[in-house]
């Protein structure tokens, strides 16, 4: 499968528990950007991250929110003391190159219980 | 004022008809535009993009830029009950990086 891949697909945690959602870009984007999207309201961009480096993190809450993307293995993106509040689909995309066509992978549902 | 505006819907079309989805964006700075379908529970799946004013077609699908108006549309034709779903519009502006702005989407449904 080549496509952007994300796991795990549906992940339940306590409150005050962590959470960490893992993406694989497509083969050879180096690209990778996370997404939130709530029931019934679009998708909002969170952080924008190549291999090793952050470039934009300006959607992404300061506390608890973190990301990287390490030169071997996949993205992760971390959730720390999760809320009820951070229930939503977390979606991963990459992307080829800058400012071009981004592809999405299935899609995380996290549920904060 | 949001980046990316959408009518929510729902709009309803007769299968084998036009169906037209408009989207507005505030900044004219932005460069590249796209459209997404979801289907209710699943991911964004890209259908065009396009980058330049005019007409860019593909299949049934056509995409449609006026940069003047700041106005991207898609006009899906021949309209399948399978096209039922919510349509995402998505601008990129070069001067905040690679930041997608998506709409909130419309909501199509295909009447057989």
């Known amino acids: 499968n080549a496509g952007v891949m994300q796991n795990p697909r549906h992940l339940v945690r306590r409150r005050g528990q962590e959470a960490r959602l893992r993406c694989s870009p497509m083969?050879?984007?180096?690209?990778v950007y996370w997404y939130r999207q709530l029931p019934e309201e679009g998708l909002k961009f969170m952080v924008y991250l190549q291999k090793e480096n952050i470039i934009d993190e300006s959607g992404m809450p300061k506390e608890r929110f973190s990301a990287e993307f390490p030169k071997e293995g996949p993205s992760i993106l971390r959730i720390q003391q999760v809320v009820r509040g951070d229930s939503a689909a977390y979606f991963c995309a990459s992307s080829l190159t800058a400012n071009y066509e981004q592809y999405f992978g299935p899609g995380t549902r996290l549920t904060v219980t | 004022q949001k980046e990316v505006e959408q009518n929510s819907g729902p709009l309803s079309v007769p299968e084998g008809a036009i169906a037209s989805l408009n989207c507005t964006y505030s900044d004219r700075v932005s460069q590249s535009f796209f459209w997404y379908r979801q289907y209710s529970g699943k991911s964004p799946e890209l259908i065009m993009s396009?980058?330049?004013?005019g007409d860019k077609e593909d299949g049934r699908f056509t995409a449609q830029l006026n940069k003047a108006s700041q106005y991207v549309s898609l006009l899906i034709r021949d309209s399948q009950p399978s096209d039922s779903a919510t349509y995402l519009c998505a601008v990129n502006k070069r001067d905040t990086g690679n930041q997608f702005y998506f709409g909130t989407g419309t909501s199509l449904t295909v009447i057989p």
């Open positions: 396009i980058y330049s004013n």
């Open positions: 083969k050879g984007h180096s690209h």
